[in-house]
Structures are given as structure tokens and as C-alpha cells.
């Protein structure tokens, strides 16, 4: 019977990861995956987390099942955090991680739009086609990736997303695209939301890095100007990165759909997640919930999550200089350009290759760069290792 299963082409990502943590050689660096490292390459636990746990929240009593839509409070806070203050008219539902949102957002839609495609940005994270795929979606891209400029290709979007029928899905990423770190302009934004509202698509925007580009409000710019647009749309949030609590599973699912049935909307999300993992798991979301509703800790996570980006401004402001020092001539001021964790670097298959082989520095094949992964003991490694790899 189960004879014939296909091989699983393991996750890339997932998969450099595992070759990473088997290689011996002690100055070796990861910058593929993408987690946020301290400047002491470590995975940080958040004052303001931990004080939320030392104060007692999530320590173990009964442990009982949370509503399938997650508690109140905590929908409520992020609500607050997504859409900014009055936006009651906001569903929001909380998800397994940024992931459960998209698979909770893909399962509704499935369900009220059975014939509807998803156009993706090109490129995208590549578990962006394998969710919507996966929920029986036709997956299509739109360009995205100026490689020419190593900028956002507005003109080519826009004229792939005035082609479309109305009731596509578009998704987008609000800030700190992933794999390219290039964001639209507001600008940008206004001319993309135009088309779509002339076009009546559908939004649906994956937030997993709010408050890695400019700020916890910046960054939800454009959903919001979608929201006041009257534009329905849905908003996919991970708490994975900016309260690093990658392994907690902590996210949320919003759904602005003005002429919805509220009561009805809600149970069309409950729904598509009572089938799929009944309710969510209750620690990550007692912490963010307790974080982001004191508003002492609140303003502590948002400094933290300042100096997060801030940090990662200068690791990439560092990488500029040194590498226009070793390489003068070449531009890259792309990297200076970009936003969030990750840099599109433009390398090719065998200076990928010859990184991790000869100096143990990792890469994704797109050639992304997670510039969280450097600090002040590895960037100069990576420099040269950049380089001489570069120059060969
Ligand atoms: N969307 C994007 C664009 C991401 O980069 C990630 C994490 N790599 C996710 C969603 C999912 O994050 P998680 O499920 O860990 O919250």
C-alpha cells in the first residue's frame, strides 16, 4: 500500500540547516536560515518575555483547550498591533505561527472563492506556493525582482495585476519582503493598491517581520492604508521573530471584509481551523498577549525590538563598508538599501557552493543573505570569504 511514496525533497532552508549544524569547523556561519541572532550569534529571549514568564504567565496549572479562535485578549491585542486603534471591525483569530495563518487564510478562501487563483510576488518564500498549492489553489507569480536594478519592478507588477480577473488573490509582504528585502515605496504602495482596487482583487498580506523595517506602526502601513481604502483583505501575522519565540508557534490570522457578516465571517474561520488542528497551543500567545496589553511591557518589547533592527542597520551599514573597501568599484548598495533580515546577494550556484566548502560560510541557493546571522567576531570572515569568491 505504501510502496510507492514519493521522496520528500526535504524544505532547502530546513535542509542547509541540518548540514550546518554536522560541520566540525569552528568558524563557521550561518546565514541561511532565518532567525534573528543577537550580536553574540545567539537566538535571544526577550527582557520583555522573560519578565512576562517570571511574572508567572503561561507556568503550568491545568492545562485546558483555548477557544478554537484563540482568547479574547489576546485577539484583541493584536488586533491593536496589526490594524492600529479603532479597528473593531477587524476578525482577527489566532493561528499556529505565521504558518497556520496562511494554511487557516488558504482553507477559508478555498472555501468562499473555489475557483479563485493566488498571484505571488517572484520571488517569494518558497512555502508561500506549497501552502496555497496545497489547499487546492492555481498558483501563479507576478514580477516582483528588478534584477537589473536589484529594485522592486513596480511597472511589471502593475501591469500583471491589471490582467487579472477580479476576485484573484494577490499576496504581498508589507514590509521586509522575503527572499529579496526590497520593499515598495509608499508610493509604490498607493499605485499597487490603486490597481487593486480598480481590479477588485483580493489582498492577502504575510506580516512575519513588523517592526524589521522602520517600526511596529511603519511597517503595517500599507494594510492599514488598505484597510482605510474599504479594501477587503487578509493579514497573516508571525510572532516567531519579532518576540523571538520561534519555537512557541505564536501568530494570527485578521480578515477586513466590510460588507461581511461579522458573526458568520468568524465562524467561517473557526471552521477551517476546528478541521485542520481544533484550537491553538496556549503558552507563545499568554506572553504576547501580557507583553503587548501592559503598557510598560509593551514599550519595553518595542525598544527591543529597536534595537533588533537597529542592529541589523548596522550590520548591514558594516557589510557595505567592507566589502566596497575589499571589492572598490562594485556597488552594493543594495545591501544598504534593503530592508529586514535578509539581502538578495545575486550570487551564483558556485560561489554559493564554494562559500560553504571552502570557508563554511552557509547561503540559501536564491543566493539570500540572512544579514541577522553577522556579528562583529564573523563579518569580517565573511567578508573576505565574499570576497574571494567574488573576484575569482
Ligand atoms: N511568512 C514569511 C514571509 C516568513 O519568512 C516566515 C518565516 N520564515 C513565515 C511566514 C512563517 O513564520 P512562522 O510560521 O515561523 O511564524
Not at 529571549?45 to 496549572?61: I, N, P, W
Not at 517569494?124 to 537589473?148: D, L, M, Q, S
Request: net charge negative; aromatic share 8%.
Amino acid at each position: 500500500m505504501f510502496d510507492q511514496l514519493p521522496a520528500y525533497a526535504d524544505d532547502p532552508i530546513l535542509g542547509l540547516f541540518e548540514v550546518y549544524k554536522a560541520d566540525p569547523r569552528p568558524f563557521k556561519v550561518n546565514l541561511g536560515i532565518g532567525i534573528y541572532c543577537d550580536e553574540a550569534g545567539q537566538v535571544p529571549v526577550l527582557e520583555s518575555v522573560r519578565a512576562a514568564r517570571e511574572a508567572g504567565v503561561g507556568a503550568r496549572g491545568p492545562s485546558v483547550y483555548l477557544p478554537t479562535e484563540g482568547g479574547e485578549a489576546y485577539r484583541d491585542a493584536v488586533r491593536e498591533l496589526v490594524f492600529g486603534k479603532n479597528a473593531d471591525d477587524i476578525v482577527v483569530v489566532q493561528t499556529v505561527a505565521g504558518t497556520g495563518a496562511l494554511k487557516v487564510g488558504a482553507d477559508f478562501l478555498k472555501g468562499v472563492l473555489p475557483d479563485a487563483a493566488i498571484w505571488m510576488p517572484d520571488p517569494t518564500w518558497a512555502n508561500h506556493a506549497a501552502i496555497f498549492a496545497g489547499a487546492g489553489f492555481r498558483v501563479e507569480n507576478y514580477p516582483y525582482y528588478a534584477k537589473e536594478t536589484g529594485g522592486f519592478d513596480l511597472d511589471g507588477a502593475v501591469s500583471a495585476l491589471q490582467k487579472l480577473q477580479a476576485g484573484s488573490v494577490v499576496l504581498l509582504h508589507p514590509c521586509c519582503h522575503n527572499p529579496t528585502g526590497v520593499d515598495p515605496t509608499q508610493a509604490e504602495w498607493h499605485a499597487l493598491l490603486d490597481v487593486i482596487e480598480q481590479r477588485g482583487l483580493l489582498p492577502f498580506f504575510d506580516v512575519a517581520y513588523q517592526g524589521f523595517a522602520h517600526g511596529v506602526d511603519e511597517d503595517a502601513w500599507a494594510v492599514r492604508e488598505c484597510v482605510r481604502r474599504g479594501i477587503a483583505c487578509l493579514v497573516a501575522s508571525s510572532f516567531s521573530k519579532i518576540f523571538s519565540l520561534y519555537g512557541e508557534r505564536v501568530g494570527a490570522l485578521g480578515v477586513h471584509a466590510p460588507k461581511a457578516d461579522k458573526a458568520r465571517l468568524l465562524g467561517q474561520l473557526k471552521l477551517a481551523i476546528r478541521r485542520s488542528y481544533s484550537c491553538p497551543p496556549a503558552l507563545g500567545a499568554a506572553l504576547v498577549e501580557a507583553v503587548l496589553s501592559s503598557p510598560a511591557s509593551n514599550a519595553q518589547w518595542r525598544a527591543e525590538l529597536d534595537a533588533m533592527r537597529g542592529r541589523m542597520r548596522e550590520v548591514r551599514t558594516s557589510l557595505h563598508r567592507k566589502l566596497g573597501e575589499a571589492l572598490p568599484g562594485r556597488d552594493f548598495g543594495f545591501l544598504v538599501a534593503q530592508n529586514g533580515m535578509f539581502s538578495y546577494s545575486g550570487l551564483s550556484a558556485a560561489q554559493i557552493e564554494a562559500l560553504r566548502s571552502r570557508f563554511g560560510v552557509y547561503v540559501v541557493s536564491s543566493g539570500r543573505i540572512c544579514v541577522a546571522g553577522l556579528n562583529a567576531s564573523n563579518i569580517s570572515h565573511v567578508c573576505e570569504a565574499l570576497a574571494e569568491v567574488c573576484s575569482g
